[in-house]
T-cell receptor
Framework: AQRVTQPEKLLSVFKGAPVELKCNYS??????LFWYVQYSRQRLQLLLR??SRESIKGFTADLNKGETSFHLKKPFAQEEDSAMYYC????????????FGSGTRLQVQP | GAGVSQSPSNKVTEKGKDVELRCDPI?????LYWYRQSLGQGLEFLIY????????KSGLPSDRFSAERTGGSVSTLTIQRTQQEDSAVYLC????????????FGPGTRLTVL
């Protein structure tokens, strides 16, 4: 069965500390992986996708096929990074919509 | 251009009543999605429309839920005989062609069933 797991519901760090939001998936084939973010009182929006290999707002995510993980990382957290983060794999088989993880709330304290 | 819009932004209804939620996707986007966001539950997929293909209804929680997309554009999500557990934020999103494209989300409709 296709499954995505974000083990942490809440991650609280201090400003300037490194951040790692965990995401593990169980998918057949080679899914594409996405991270979506929802800032307070804003719409859910795409943060980054693994195929672009970009760094957005200082965040990066490496797809580890061996561990089936796609953890989101940032070396120095900022207060404006406080938001809800969702990992979402997608595969062009079976259900073709995204399957979102349960989300991790990141709180960056001053 | 305009993003995805949803109406109403808030809806309060009594248990047992029917409700209709509307979504206007970005013009030209062929894929449209409905999700439900409940407190502590994350994002739950409901239904997916792609062009003229039969919709993927596999996420609808019960037969009280239905959705249609007219003319390949506007979509309506209907919940019949609402229950208190239906209370949630209902999100609509659209993407250019397929699920793997960037999804653009609407602001959501907050449904409260009393």
């Amino acid at each position: 069965a296709q499954r995505v797991t974000q083990p942490e519901k809440l991650l609280s760090v201090f400003k300037g500390a490194p951040v790692e939001l965990k995401c593990n998936y169980s998918y057949s084939g080679s899914p594409e992986l996405f991270w979506y973010v929802q800032y307070s009182r804003q719409r859910l929006q795409l943060l980054l996708r693994h195929i672009s290999r970009e760094s957005i707002k200082g965040f990066t995510a490496d797809l580890n096929k061996g561990e089936t993980s796609f953890h989101l990382k940032k070396p120095f957290a900022q207060e404006e990074d406080s938001a809800m983060y969702y990992c979402a794999p997608w595969a062009d088989t079976g259900r073709r919509a995204l399957t979102f993880g349960s989300g991790t709330r990141l709180q960056v304290q001053p | 251009g305009a993003g995805v819009s949803q109406s109403p932004s808030n809806k309060v209804t009594e248990k047992g009543k029917d409700v209709e939620l509307r979504c206007d996707p970005i013009s030209g986007h062929t894929a449209l999605y409905w999700y439900r966001q409940s407190l502590g539950q994350g994002l739950e997929f409901l239904i997916y429309f792609q062009g003229n293909s039969a919709p993927d209804k596999s996420g609808l929680p019960s037969d009280r839920f239905s959705a249609e997309r007219t003319g390949g554009s506007v979509s309506t999500l209907t919940i019949q005989r609402t229950q208190q557990e239906d209370s949630a934020v209902y999100l609509c999103a659209s993407s250019l062609l397929r699920g793997g494209d960037e999804q653009f989300f609407g602001p959501g409709t907050r449904l409260t069933v009393l």
